[in-house]
T-cell receptor
C-alpha cells in the first residue's frame, strides 16, 4: 500500500470559488505529479515537480497552479473554479527517473465537481 | 505522435475464466511498459513493469508479455475473481527526457460476473 494521501476525496463547489487540493507522501520521494482524468479517458499530466522549489507544467494545459515548499507536500490550487474543471485529480510520486523502471505511486484521487 | 492504444475497450467475463487484454504503442524511444489496475474511484496500482529486454513478467494471477519489435503487450488474467473487476491501464515510458514521460492508454474496463 502506497503512503500517498489526497484530501478531500470528493468536493462539490460553486463557480468562482478558490480551491486547494492537498497531496502528501511519506516516502521521501523527490518527484511528484498531478494528473487529470475524465471518465473513460487516459490520465493527462498537468504538473510535476523534481523536488523542493521545482515545479513544471505538464502536457495538458491547466489553469491550476502548484507549489512545492516541502518534499512531502504538493498542493494544487484553482483560483477560480469553473464547470470545465470538473474532473478527477490524481497525485503521484516516484523516486526514479528516465531510463529506470521506477515505480510511480498514486494517491486515491480527488473527485471535483464545479456547479 | 506517441500513443498507447488498448483493446478491447470493455470486457465481461464469468468468474473463474481467463482473459487477455491487449496494448499497442508507438512510444519512442522506449524505456519500459507497465500495467496498472485502477478500481473505480481509486488511483492506479502497479501490476507489472517490463523493460526492453524482458518479454514476460508475472504477478500472481497476472502475466504480462512484451514484444518490443512489434510494440505490443498483453495482460493475461488467470482464474478471474470478482475483485478483478476494474480498469486495466497500459502505460509506456520513454527515455527521451529527464522526467521519463509516461504515456497512458484509456484502459480496458473488465467486469467479472459471478
Amino acid at each position: 500500500e502506497a503512503d500517498i494521501y489526497q484530501t478531500p476525496r470528493y468536493l462539490v463547489i460553486g463557480t468562482g470559488k478558490k480551491i486547494t487540493l492537498e497531496c502528501s507522501q511519506t516516502m521521501g520521494h523527490d518527484k511528484m505529479y498531478w494528473y487529470q482524468q475524465d471518465p473513460g479517458m487516459e490520465l493527462h499530466l498537468i504538473h510535476y515537480s523534481y523536488g523542493v522549489n521545482s515545479t513544471e507544467k505538464g502536457d495538458l494545459s491547466s489553469e491550476s497552479t502548484v507549489s512545492r515548499i516541502r518534499t512531502e507536500h504538493f498542493p494544487l490550487t484553482l483560483e477560480s473554479a469553473r464547470p470545465s474543471h470538473t474532473s478527477q485529480y490524481l497525485c503521484a510520486s516516484s523516486d526514479g527517473g528516465a531510463g529506470s523502471p521506477y515505480e510511480q505511486y498514486f494517491g486515491p484521487g480527488t473527485r471535483l465537481t464545479v456547479t | 505522435k506517441n500513443q498507447v492504444e488498448q483493446s478491447p475497450q470493455s470486457l465481461i467475463i464469468l468468474e473463474g475464466k481467463n482473459c487477455t487484454l491487449q496494448c499497442n504503442y508507438t512510444v519512442s524511444p522506449f524505456s519500459n511498459l507497465r500495467w496498472y489496475k485502477q478500481d473505480t474511484g481509486r488511483g492506479p496500482v502497479s501490476l507489472t513493469i517490463m523493460t526492453f529486454s524482458e518479454n514476460t513478467k508475472s504477478n500472481g494471477r497476472y502475466t504480462a508479455t512484451l514484444d518490443a519489435d512489434t510494440k505490443q503487450s498483453s495482460l493475461h488474467i488467470t482464474a478471474s475473481q470478482l475483485s478483478d473487476s476494474a480498469s486495466y491501464i497500459c502505460v509506456v515510458s520513454d527515455r527521451g527526457s529527464t522526467l521519463g514521460r509516461l504515456y497512458f492508454g484509456r484502459g480496458t474496463q473488465l467486469t467479472v460476473w459471478p
